[in-house]
């Protein structure tokens, strides 16, 4: 009898210890992945802290780009699947397939946050808060959000920030760890500058609920701000020059002859960089790339466009390097055009100027002179002193700015398969036919001109040193052509005459550049976008010019009557508003 009871216990002792294998084989086994995501929702998580990116400052301290506090929500990968999605849509009022779509996007680990929005209102976080318990695993963070005070104004300049790509992580190192909802820079000096500006990403380790509350901090590294820089940019000539551009397409470059730095540099139209903040919204997207004004483009360093008169002064220093010509020398009697073979080349001036030399060419923009001096010269020539003044190849201040074309008769042979005739000559000593610039290049241009000989390297950082170029170009026939050019402005015959200031005393060369030809313009009358554009290259103020600048107006009809004009805008408002702050740099 007391056999069959020990054997009896020892069955039901064997029998407890089955059922407590097979109890453990369903916990850890069968249920395991059920069990392990609810020790998950009460856990350790790491979380990135983004640094604050460093501050972008003008010459004289203006902040061009600057950090604001903002609220944002991100929601912990686990509760993606299962969260109220309707209630969620509904406070932050976005469609429930948008907010799906921003759900499902992946995160780098399942304990980084799904980030839903930026920039919460009070009223969003105040509805937040009370339906917690409705919409678990929500995190509300405090961070600092870009502001671009200037907006459109410096939009191309400045750039802005995007939320980090997967071929920018995988193809930059120093993105490697960066969760997917960090913002870097996508265009302009935001991109450039990008490392120095992003600073080094803190760190925090918590612990959270299962309402994903923060129960307690157990470690925090803080970021480290990213570091500020300063631009030669003038946000007081900037801003004058956005304001003047108001209604025209074209570009504005300003530049600092001695030294080189750029003052200013709009592309218009523009576009507000604030917007693209928060990740750019579909409609403002195809807002943008639907417009066929395409005010995406930078014009100032991609626009590509014939130089036209403007190019006179190039072809007018080729003649007095070279000797061909003196400032008196009389070389054309302007009848209104010439004849070559049974082609018409025609000056601007239906009437004709007469017998013209050098000065009055220049102050007059003669076309017939300058055929002639071109025909003297020779094409080889133009091209030599085209290219050393930096025309034909990028200046270096961009990676994505253009190098437009400087033609020759190598050049046509290649690309043309055609050979180079008296004609084209013509048309290039006048800044027409194949050539192409862009407004960046034309302000340095002006820029050597009025700073004794010297091409400089486009700067945008203050501090960089000016990297200078001499071509031993003799500085009497520099003033003999700025002088003209002053009075280009400031004579009653010069071509821009109507822009003449009474605040301030500059000269420039205009140019007037044909989109269609006559006939084809004749035919199509009408339309907005045959109309020529509208040079003027410039600098300010004749006397020891601080400022050497190009203004293109996009089909403005005339240099003289439009673009000079508006660079008259600029730099009177440039000057009034510098006095009523009392800045002097």
Known sequence: MIKVREKLFLFVIILIFITILLRLWQLQIINSDKYKKLVEQNRIRIVKIPAPRGIIYDRN???LVENISSFSLSVYAEYADTINRELLSKILNISVEELDRKLKRKTESIYLPIR???DLSFKEI????????????LIIDIEMRRHYPLGPATAHLVGYLGKITEEQIRNNPAYKNLPSYFMVGQTGLEKVFD?????TPGEKIIEVDAL??????IKETPPSKGEDIYLTIDAILQESAYKSFEGYSGAF???KPDTGEVLALLSSPSFDPNMF???VSESYWKELTGNAQNPLLNRATQGLYAPGSTFKIITALAGLEEKIVTPEKIIANCAGGITYGKWTFGCWRKDGHGPVNLRKALIESCDVYFYELGRLLGIKKIHKYATILGLGSPTGFSADEKGGLVPDEEWKRNYTKTSWFLGDTFNTAIGQGFLKVTPLQMANVMATFVNGGFKNSPIILRGTKPHQTSFGIDNKNLMIINDALSAVVNEPEGTAAKARSSIIKFGGKTGTVQVVSKKTKEKISGRPNIEHHAWFIGFAPTENPEIAF???????GSGGGVAAPVAKNILEGYIIKKRQLNVKN
């Open 212 to 217: 994903g509350r923060e129960l307690r901090l």
């Open 116 to 118: 839903i929005k930026e």
């Open 61 to 63: 301290g203006i902040p």
């Open 126 to 137: 105040a509805m937040l808060e009370a339906r917690r318990t409705e919409l678990p695993g």
């Open 253 to 255: 470059v300003a530049i």
């Open 195 to 199: 490392q120095k500006l992003i600073g």
């Open 277 to 279: 903040v928060e990740g």
């Open 550 to 556: 190009s203004v293109i107006i996009e089909h403005g």
